[in-house]
């Protein structure tokens, strides 16, 4: 069976692993720090904070940009719920815009026709990787006063105007997830160019404490902690650091690779009038984090018994991304809320295998049962 992810871990992960376990400082502290550091620099940001992953990134960025109970966050319903659940969690509430369907990424036009007085902020999400046009979202929460927050859990590695992901706008959140293309078990990072928010959200993932545990624990004389607002444990662990350092060093290796694999099945595809392809256009880099087709209304098979096809022959897919309005924990408050492009492209969407190393007869595999199902069903 041909999975449809894995991540790419080896031997000196493990090893760092092991080594920080025989420090005997196994959860946030000096590997952390440095973690933080290198990511920092590797974006291009200011400054770079871990955390336990994205979803809590996500909801410590949400805190540091005012974002309350009462107001609106615009963001796209075709997205990991995570995206949503985070605004929830400031008792906010999630305006569902439509997407750009060719890049399932957020829809500028329908984003500020949804903005209302009570709008706080866009949450731009990165969706698979591809670059959404930040500039456009950054002029249009300039124009509207609005707070900016990316949501890149996927975009690790991707580029938008040839300046990685992370270093363009205040508050940028990644996650370090296995499905994604670097990990750490679970992580997740902001990184920031604004220190009074770099310093807060210090804060907020360790309890609030004014001291950090490392400060203390190094100090020659008895410090004592103050817990100078409600925060919450959202740290990562210097295991978890030790091997997200391994993996950052591997980051723009990984990342040419999985377009590699990407490539081949670019030009596989490009003569399937059914299908329409993964577009990067100009000044936009993506990682790839998958790889999603969308079948037309023309395509000869349904969606559904491609997906069953393919696994009969061995090839795990996936639909395409969900949409949160349609969830069970979302379907109810938005039962009158219609989003015919991002409905569509949901179900119409298939995310074949990709991860390396990926053996080139597995690469060719995926090709020619996803060729074969589609033209077999053309000479029925
Ligand atoms: C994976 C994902 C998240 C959640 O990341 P975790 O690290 O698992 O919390 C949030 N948003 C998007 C768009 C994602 O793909």
């Known amino acids: 069976m041909i999975p449809i992810a894995k991540p790419y871990l080896t031997t000196e992960e493990a090893q760092a692993a092991y080594d920080t376990i025989l420090t005997g400082w196994i959860t946030q502290g000096p590997r952390v720090a440095e973690f933080e550091e290198k990511f920092a620099r590797y974006t291009g940001a200011k400054y770079a904070v871990a955390v336990s992953n994205c979803t809590t990134a996500l909801h410590l960025a949400m805190i540091v940009a005012g974002v309350k109970e009462g107001d609106e966050v615009i963001c796209p319903s075709m997205s990991y719920v995570a995206t949503a659940n985070s605004i929830k969690y400031v008792g906010a509430k999630p305006v569902f815009a439509e997407v750009n369907p060719k890049t ?12 209302t007085q009570k709008t706080k902020a866009i949450l731009l999400v990165h969706q698979i990787g591809m670059p959404a046009d930040i500039d456009a979202f ?9 707070k900016l927050i990316e949501d890149a859990a996927c975009a690790a590695g991707s580029a938008y105007q040839n300046a990685k992901i992370g270093s363009h706008s205040e508050l940028v959140c990644f996650s370090l997830h296995p499905r994604k293309v670097i990990s750490t078990g679970d992580g997740g990072f902001i990184t920031t160019n604004r220190e009074d928010y770099y310093q807060r959200m210090k804060l907020l993932r360790q309890h609030g404490m004014s001291v950090n545990d490392r400060v203390r624990h190094e100090s020659a004389k008895v410090i004592f902690e103050d817990h100078v607002e409600v925060g919450y444990n959202y740290r990562m662990t210097d295991i978890q650091a030790a091997v997200g350092i391994k993996q950052l060093e591997k980051l723009d290796w990984i990342v040419e690779e999985r377009r590699k694999i990407a490539m081949q099945y670019h030009e596989a595809f490009s003569d399937i009038d059914f299908i329409r392809l993964p577009i990067e256009e100009d000044g936009y880099f993506t990682n790839y984090q998958s790889y999603s087709v969308y079948l037309k209304e023309n395509c000869p098979i349904s969606r559904n018994e491609l997906m069953q096809k393919m696994l009969d022959a061995g090839v795990s897919t996936r639909r395409g991304i969900m949409t949160s309005h349609r969830e069970t924990a979302y379907k109810t408050e938005y039962a009158d809320v219609s989003l015919p492009v991002s409905e ?17 007869e597995d690469i060719t595999k995926v090709i020619e049962t996803f060729k074969a199902n589609i033209l077999v069903a053309v000479n029925l």
């Not at 950054?138 to 609005?146: E, G, M, S, T, V």
């Open 104 to 115: 399932y990424n957020l829809d500028v036009v329908d984003t500020e026709r949804k903005i």
């Open 138 to 146: 950054k002029r249009l929460a300039d124009k509207y006063k609005l």
């Open 344 to 360: 569509n492209a949901c179900d119409n969407s298939i995310i074949l295998p990709l991860y390396i190393p990926m053996k080139q």
